[in-house]
């Protein structure tokens, strides 16, 4: 019998967490039967590895479970508050387990994306020498966040978020167990409830098990000893849904709103950007890509698109945000709707490549300043015919550095108002 001194209070997602593989939700993909990961586990052969995913999709259960299936030694450091002096206190016991037992023994860092060079470089010879097996466990990208040294010794295994039905599947059990739910009470939850929970939660299912845990226990029971869960409750128990955008996903947000303007999908750009300011991201760092790709992929066909996006610019600096998401989600659908070329792109690219080979020689003279007295005696500008005194404006005469004569970087496409352009070279060309 539990009283006020013996009563597990630790927290509903706590207490509820996984002790098998059985009672496991979720991540078919990594320990579904006959999975690589899977027949690891159940082997007790699991060497180095880094789990990789979002919150409250099942890393740290998984590394719980693997420490009661193993007959390995298993330590546990968090990379917050673990240095080196602790991990050196780790490896000399699992070196002295391995040599007097032969034991293997499992070191799980949480949050290892936090270690330093100087704390990941620590347990490379371990690792190496099978002293210890690694699991890391992290929600950024070990890629990006994690020594390139750590990551190749370890094999990655990326969790997905939980889908809702996982999430709704969590929070049944929960309800219904009565030795670490609330199996003892008489909790009612409606199904809409639950749905509404699991959605917001967005696959942590952290989140929705404190959700439950918050709603059980701050609704009085009717009449009948019933705690009923119903929207209601359900709305106030669980807040609206907060993006964690670290690093990789803003990159990866951001990636998938440019190439949402380069593929003329408005609908996808305005929610790619609608998602990148709920997540936090300075709205100047989205407008200076909206600039960059009316010109890199829009250009010339359409020129409005870079008057759209400067235009935007200016609105953020003058009226700021919340307004300036009408005139950001404009230049948005201008850069989107316009005909799409990358002739400019190219073109400077093409231009630039040319000027890092180097070898310049001197101006041409009919090119060269004349802006002051004198220049006549040493010939600048001799030769040099001014196009507004030929009929149509234009005349033929050579501009480009002697290096690289007969070169074209600039060729409009037959989008937009590059046809226009394109129709105007060829009736110069024909004139040469």
Not at 376 to 405: A, C, L, N, T
Request: aromatic share 6%.
């Amino acid at each position: 019998m539990t009283d006020l001194f013996t009563q597990d209070t630790s927290p509903l997602a706590d207490r509820m967490r996984p002790r098998t593989l059985e009672e496991f939700i979720g991540q078919e993909h990594l320990i579904g039967p006959g999975r690589l990961l899977r027949r690891a586990i159940e082997a007790d052969r699991l060497t180095s590895s880094i789990f990789f995913g979002p919150p409250g999709c099942g890393k740290t259960t998984l590394a719980s479970i693997i420490a009661r299936a193993t007959k390995a030694n298993f330590v546990q450091l968090n990379a917050v508050t673990s240095g080196v002096a602790d991990v050196r206190e780790v490896l000399k016991n699992a070196q002295e387990r391995q040599t007097l037992y032969g034991q293997a023994t499992y070191l799980l860092l949480d949050e290892c994306h936090r270690w330093s060079k100087a704390q990941s470089d620590s347990i490379l010879p371990a690792i190496e020498r099978g002293t210890i097996r690694f699991i890391g466990s992290t929600t950024e990208n070990p890629m990006i966040a994690m020594t390139p040294a750590i990551v190749s010794r370890c094999r990655v295994f990326q969790f997905q978020p939980l889908n809702e039905r996982n999430v709704i599947t969590a929070m049944k059990r929960a309800i219904a167990d009565p030795e670490r739910g609330y199996g003892q009470m008489k909790v009612q939850a409606d199904e809409d409830a639950l749905r509404h929970i699991a959605r917001i939660a967005n696959g942590d299912t952290r989140a929705a098990l404190g959700a439950v845990e918050l709603a059980v226990l701050t609704t009085a029971a009717d009449e009948n000893g019933v705690i009923h869960v119903d929207m209601a409750v359900a709305e106030e128990s669980i807040q609206k849904p907060m993006m964690r955008c670290d690093e990789s996903l803003y990159y990866d947000m951001l990636s998938a709103f440019c190439k949402s303007l380069r593929g003329s999908d408005s609908n996808a750009a305005l929610a790619w950007f609608a998602r990148l300011i709920y997540a936090g991201v300075d709205p100047r760092l989205i407008v200076r890509r909206i600039i960059a790709h009316a010109s890199e992929d829009v250009g010339v066909a359409n020129p409005i698109a870079m008057l759209q996006a400067a235009a935007a610019a200016q609105d953020l600096e003058f009226v700021g945000m919340p307004e300036a998401r009408l005139p950001i989600a404009q230049a948005i659908i201008a850069v989107c709707e316009s005909p799409k070329s990358n002739s400019v792109c190219a073109a400077v690219d093409a231009a630039m490549a040319d000027a890092e080979k180097g070898g310049f020689g001197p101006v041409p003279v009919h090119l060269r300043d004349t802006h002051y007295s004198g220049h006549e005696r040493i010939g600048s500008g001799e030769g040099y015919k001014y196009p507004h005194d030929f009929p149509g404006h234009w005349v033929k005469q050579e501009y480009m550095p002697p290096e690289v004569r007969g070169k074209k970087y600039y060729r409009p496409s037959e989008m937009g108002h590059e046809a226009t352009i394109q129709k105007n070279h060829q009736v110069r060309e024909g004139k040469k």
